[in-house]
């Protein structure tokens, strides 16, 4: 019994002492592969510094800048860079917060010498750190977080952030979240309070990085949103879902944002909403669009860039197109001072031929081959409020003005007797549809090209 113990102590003994030098050499093409997937993006250049290795462990340095230009073409030729360090602990035993066993642990860290000359935290800290635990089942943990910090003028201040989530074989969670950000100018200030953000997704970070559908739900929050008596904002919900058929394989994009209530001078508005959707659309072609753009570059400033995305989108824009994409609005309404309103839209393009380019600059294209119904109601107090106001504006009077009351009713009266807008007891509505470039208005057809 003690010699089979002995055994196994051994055994243990030299899998601690071995296995460090096998998981040092996936661990090295882990970083190498993920170096080089993030230097092929778009806007992105990556490079490995330095690599200091030993038997437990590794020391990496990266390089990371963007280039500005790939989201505003005026900064093209401006970019954000930053030095990134890798400090690696090779398992089994890792003796981490996040876990005694794993195959690694790395901490990422920006220390941000530069950053200290404007702003001010915790000298032992890190700008931005990000602990990495990869367990022995190939799970990934991360922890992330950004120190409170604030402008030396105390201009900006800022409450920290700290995140957290899970990578698995075809899995992608997150949530992170920071309490306060307040900016101050000339004794005003702006307040954002309660930020959240978290993601669940069904794929893999190979999927994420192909640029096509797959299945998840994203999510932004914010408690609130104060400046100085002008903007008083709370409950704000900004979500995502995308879906893929796996069938069909087409795509579906869905956008929703959300807001208790919002005070902005005079105005106010609460309980709005408006949920967007963008439906059947093929997924191989934004597969393909994906790697047209990283073989193109979107970094290089000649007109071969263009061109090339040009030739691309014509010779498959009919794929695109071949699905009969969908553009809908399941929800637009609110509360508004004067009452209640809700819209709704959906449309889609009608089954036609691969278009040319020029043809689809050309309206006329658009409002042919467009199939579209939408709905709207509003109380009448809501409309009659929005048509004095309207007219107060032109007439440059108040809207509590007897004239702009009486035109106000005039001109709804008018709309009504004309067909444009339909009474039904205390609200007001329009249906409008079309199709083959004629529309239909509340049940009056006529062309719209």
């Not at 400090?87 to 642990?105: A, R």
């Not at 959240?196 to 994203?218: C, E, H, K, P, R």
Request: overall charge negative; proline content about 2%.
């Amino acid at each position: 019994m003690k010699k089979l113990i002995i055994a196994l102590i051994a055994a243990l003994i030299s899998a601690c002492l071995i296995l460090p030098k096998v998981i040092a050499s996936k661990h090295q093409d882990a970083i190498t592969k993920m170096i080089d997937k993030l230097d092929s993006t778009p806007g992105y250049k990556a490079t490995l510094v330095s690599t200091q290795s030993a038997w437990f462990g590794s020391f990496n340095t990266v390089d990371i800048a963007f280039d500005l230009g790939d989201i505003d073409h005026s900064a093209r030729g401006k970019t954000i860079t930053a030095t990134l360090n890798l400090d690696t602990q090779y398992g089994p035993l890792l003796f981490s917060e996040q876990g005694l066993i794993g195959l690694y642990e790395t901490q990422v860290r920006f220390d941000g010498q530069e950053q200290r000359s404007y702003l001010e935290w915790d000298a032992t800290q890190p700008l931005y750190q990000l602990s990495v635990l990869t367990g022995l089942s190939g799970k990934t943990q991360l922890n992330d977080q950004i120190p409170p910090f604030s402008t030396l003028d105390n201009a900006l201040s800022f409450s920290g952030y700290a995140g957290e989530g899970v990578i698995g074989d075809d899995t992608f969670t997150y949530y992170a979240g920071a309490e306060q950000l307040t900016i101050t100018d000339r004794g005003e200030s702006l307040v954002a309070k309660g930020f959240t953000f978290s993601i669940d997704l069904a794929a893999s970070l190979n999927d994420i990085m192909q640029g096509g559908f797959y299945d998840g739900v994203a999510s932004t929050q914010l408690d609130s949103l104060t400046a100085a008596g002008i903007l008083d904002l709370s409950g704000l919900s900004i979500n995502m879902k995308t879906a893929l058929d796996s069938e069909t394989n087409l795509g579906y994009l869905e956008l929703g944002y959300l807001l208790d209530d919002l005070l902005f001078k005079d105005f106010t508005a609460s309980d709005l909403v408006f949920v967007s959707q963008l439906n059947n659309l093929n997924n191989d072609f934004f597969l393909n669009y994906n790697q047209a753009i990283k073989k193109t570059g979107t970094n290089n400033a000649s007109n071969d860039v263009y061109d090339n995305l040009a030739v691309f989108l014509q010779n498959n824009v009919g794929s695109l197109l071949a699905s009969q994409p969908e553009f809908n609005i399941s929800s637009f309404s609110g509360v508004l001072a004067g009452g209640n309103f809700n819209a709704n839209l959906s449309s889609k393009l009608a089954n036609t031929e691969a278009p040319t380019l020029d043809e689809m600059t050309q309206p006329g294209f658009w409002l042919y081959n467009t199939i579209a119904s939408a709905k709207v109601e509003m109380d009448a107090s809501l409309a009659h409020v929005a048509a004095e106001q309207f007219l107060a504006s032109k007439m440059r009077s108040s809207a509590n003005s007897l004239r702009v009351k009486r035109d106000a009713e005039r001109m709804i009266s008018q709309l009504i007797e004309q067909g444009l807008i339909k009474q039904q007891g205390e609200q007001y509505s329009s249906e409008f549809s079309l199709e083959k470039g004629q529309g239909n208005l509340n049940g009056n057809v006529f062309p719209v090209m």
